[in-house]
């Protein structure tokens, strides 16, 4: 039975204005407002009390599981009486003296009939079934059984109020964007397609982990609030640390801490963290996000190509994902191309050969003509003229990027795009690196790092549009780098689009729980 505390709210409710549908949701945010507002009062006036715990026998899952074999109008032993608990989704009137509620949790749902006899309900019936709204969260004590419909139910004993659901229960799935990314909670309680993206998101990285783990990588955690900025070209965000008198950032990259780790004797560690970019949004861009990198001495990149197709050919086993079967195919290597090659195909031009590919004076002036003759814009969102590496990177991403199918190793950058990279050994003016795109998106880069001190401080050196100036960490690095980096190679994936991919999701809001959201104006916020 549902205690005595708990309020007796409905009929107050469909007294309001406005239609009120029979699970309690409300047709406007005007009616929303007076549901609210009755049902709290109501709660009050009748000192309900949150219970702290609801002692459950199975889980609706082991519930479907333990009594599947009841028969059709059978049911368990009466001393068998079970308890269980779940949202309500929905609840069904069948006359006066019956109703059916649905409930679910997890991914299981369960129907639970609610009987008007005195040797089967043992509390109020009418008080307490007339109270029960959708979204309400109930506790149930009753005796298995299988309707004469052939459903899997509990016949209910009592039913215990846990958490009454005082907002309003959306109709349906959410269709609105705004709305679904600022209401996770919402999203989630009534899109069961929207549980599974976060419940693959999950099983992608515990594989990826597993993987790892089982070739002796081990997991580490490196700075997050960092002073200085390393491991990628990109804006961070910026703070200061009142205490130390610190100016800091958060991290774009942990790479140079990790190769640290490497210098200092672990020979594979990886990390699964989040990364932070003071930078535009688009669908693949969030300012946080999700990455792994790893670190493997004594391997190079053409180890990595290897690698990188065993994880993710075995994770698409793992998950029995059509989709990431499709693009990750156990049964053929992933296509590879050549990063300069592509672009000579792309654009109908030969392009400077040799060092002169790297030379910004000779680079310069070529890569500008050719994305003034494509359309290309040139100048970053701050203004300045772009760097010789974000030209080759704009080209490619304009011209190259959008034809990729299937999943492609892109390799072999000019060396000025890849300052952490180590040179080609017979190639001098490109790297030895890869990106994977799957789908035009690029998912993992890798390279085999670049390990002379020197070599690495003029590369540092000859970076342009510097964001900080100073950068304690890219010092601190170098200064590792001479006690002896051994030949490593290193990889990072964005788990991100990694779950976009296998989710087939084209934005990077649906595989982020809370994804970065500019403030609504009062209108949008009237309209969500």
Same mark, same amino acid.
């Given at each position: 039975?549902?205690?005595?505390?708990?309020?007796?709210?409905?009929?107050?409710?469909?007294?309001?204005?406005?239609?009120?549908?029979?699970?309690?949701?409300?047709?406007?945010?005007?009616?929303?407002?007076?549901?609210?507002?009755?049902?709290?009062?109501?709660?009050?006036?009748?000192?309900?009390?949150?219970?702290?715990?609801?002692?459950?026998?199975?889980?609706?899952?082991?519930?479907?599981?333990?009594?599947?074999?009841?028969?059709?109008?059978?049911?368990?032993?009466?001393?068998?009486?079970?308890?269980?608990?779940?949202?309500?989704?929905?609840?069904?009137?069948?006359?006066?003296?019956?109703?059916?509620?649905?409930?679910?949790?997890?991914?299981?749902?369960?129907?639970?009939?609610?009987?008007?006899?005195?040797?089967? $309900?043992?509390? =109020? *019936?009418?008080? +307490?079934?007339? @109270?029960?709204?959708?979204?309400?969260?109930?506790? /149930?004590? #009753? %005796?298995?059984?299988?309707?004469?419909?052939?459903?899997?139910?509990?016949?209910?004993?009592?039913?215990?109020?846990?958490?009454?659901?005082?907002?309003?229960?959306?109709?349906?799935?959410?269709?609105?964007?705004?709305?679904?990314?600022?209401?996770?909670?919402?999203?989630?309680?009534?899109?069961?397609?929207?549980?599974?993206?976060?419940?693959?998101?999950?099983?992608?990285?515990? $594989?990826?982990? =597993? *993987?790892?783990? +089982?070739?002796? @990588?081990?997991?580490?955690?490196?700075?997050?609030? /960092?002073? #200085? %900025?390393?491991?990628?070209?990109?804006?961070?965000?910026?703070?200061?640390?009142?205490?130390?008198?610190?100016?800091?950032?958060?991290?774009?990259?942990?790479?140079?801490?990790?190769?640290?780790?490497?210098?200092?004797?672990?020979?594979?560690?990886?990390?699964?963290?989040?990364?932070?970019?003071?930078?535009?949004?688009?669908?693949?861009?969030?300012?946080?996000?999700?990455?792994?990198?790893?670190?493997?001495?004594?391997? +190079?990149?053409?180890?990595?190509?290897?690698?990188?197709?065993?994880?993710?050919? #075995?994770?698409?086993?793992?998950?029995?994902?059509?989709?990431?079967?499709?693009?990750?195919?156990?049964?053929?290597?992933?296509?590879?191309?050549?990063?300069?090659?592509?672009?000579?195909?792309?654009?109908?031009?030969?392009?400077?050969?040799?060092?002169?590919?790297?030379?910004?004076?000779?680079?310069?002036?070529?890569?500008?003509?050719?994305?003034?003759?494509?359309?290309?814009?040139?100048?970053?969102?701050?203004?300045?003229?772009?760097?010789?590496?974000?030209?080759?990177?704009?080209?490619?991403?304009?011209?190259?990027?959008?034809?990729?199918?299937?999943?492609?190793?892109?390799?072999?950058?000019?060396?000025?795009?890849?300052?952490?990279?180590?040179?080609?050994?017979?190639?001098?003016?490109?790297?030895?690196?890869?990106?994977?795109?799957?789908?035009?998106?690029?998912?993992?880069?890798?390279?085999?790092?670049?390990?002379?001190?020197?070599?690495?401080?003029?590369?540092?050196?000859?970076?342009?549009?510097?964001?900080?100036?100073?950068?304690?960490?890219?010092?601190?690095?170098?200064?590792?780098?001479?006690?002896?980096?051994?030949?490593?190679?290193?990889?990072?994936?964005?788990?991100?689009?990694?779950?976009?991919?296998?989710?087939?999701?084209?934005?990077?809001?649906?595989?982020?729980?809370?994804?970065?959201?500019?403030?609504?104006?009062?209108?949008?916020?009237?309209?969500?």
């Amino acid at each position: 039975m549902i205690s005595r505390r708990t309020p007796r709210v409905t009929s107050l409710i469909l007294k309001s204005n406005g239609p009120v549908c029979h699970h309690g949701t409300v047709s406007s945010k005007g009616e929303e407002a007076k549901f609210k507002k009755l049902r709290i009062e109501q709660l009050q006036q009748d000192k309900f009390n949150y219970p702290h715990k609801f002692d459950y026998s199975h889980t609706l899952k082991q519930f479907r599981k333990t009594f599947d074999d009841l028969a059709t109008g059978q049911a368990a032993e009466t001393s068998e009486r079970v308890r269980v608990c779940g949202r309500v989704q929905g609840i069904r009137e069948v006359g006066k003296k019956l109703k059916f509620i649905d409930i679910l949790q997890g991914e299981s749902s369960v129907q639970v009939k609610m009987q008007n006899k005195a040797d089967v $309900y043992e509390g =109020d *019936f009418k008080a +307490d079934s007339k @109270f029960l709204r959708r979204g309400d969260v109930i506790g /149930i004590e #009753g %005796v298995p059984v299988r309707t004469n419909a052939g459903e899997l139910s509990v016949l209910a004993a009592s039913i215990t109020l846990l958490s009454p659901c005082v907002g309003t229960m959306p109709p349906g799935q959410l269709e609105k964007t705004e709305t679904k990314y600022r209401k996770r909670h919402l999203d989630l309680m009534t899109g069961p397609n929207v549980r599974e993206v976060f419940r693959t998101r999950s099983q992608i990285i515990r $594989y990826l982990r =597993d *993987f790892l783990q +089982d070739r002796d @990588f081990m997991e580490v955690e490196t700075p997050t609030l /960092i002073s #200085g %900025v390393g491991g990628a070209a990109a804006k961070p965000f910026l703070t200061h640390h009142q205490d130390l008198k610190m100016d800091l950032s958060l991290r774009i990259a942990p790479e140079l801490h990790l190769k640290m780790l490497t210098v200092g004797g672990f020979d594979r560690v990886f990390e699964i963290g989040k990364q932070f970019r003071n930078e535009g949004t688009d669908k693949s861009h969030n300012p946080e996000f999700t990455s792994c990198e790893f670190y493997m001495a004594y391997a +190079d990149y053409l180890d990595l190509i290897s690698l990188t197709q065993q994880l993710l050919s #075995g994770m698409a086993a793992s998950l029995s994902s059509a989709k990431a079967l499709d693009l990750f195919p156990s049964n053929a290597p992933f296509t590879q191309v050549d990063f300069v090659d592509e672009l000579v195909s792309a654009t109908g031009q030969t392009f400077p050969t040799g060092d002169d590919l790297n030379v910004y004076a000779v680079a310069g002036p070529f890569l500008r003509d050719l994305c003034s003759k494509f359309d290309i814009p040139t100048k970053s969102d701050r203004g300045l003229e772009s760097s010789v590496p974000k030209l080759y990177d704009k080209l490619f991403s304009y011209l190259v990027e959008p034809d990729l199918k299937g999943s492609t190793f892109v390799c072999h950058h000019p060396t000025c795009m890849s300052p952490l990279a180590k040179s080609h050994r017979h190639h001098p003016h490109l790297s030895e690196r890869f990106e994977l795109f799957v789908e035009g998106m690029e998912l993992v880069n890798a390279y085999t790092e670049l390990n002379d001190p020197v070599v690495q401080r003029n590369a540092f050196a000859k970076q342009e549009n510097k964001l900080m100036e100073t950068n304690p960490l890219q010092e601190d690095y170098a200064t590792a780098l001479e006690y002896g980096l051994p030949p490593t190679a290193g990889w990072g994936l964005g788990i991100d689009r990694l779950v976009m991919a296998i989710t087939g999701k084209t934005s990077i809001r649906d595989v982020i729980l809370f994804p970065t959201m500019k403030p609504l104006t009062q209108s949008e916020s009237d309209q969500s």
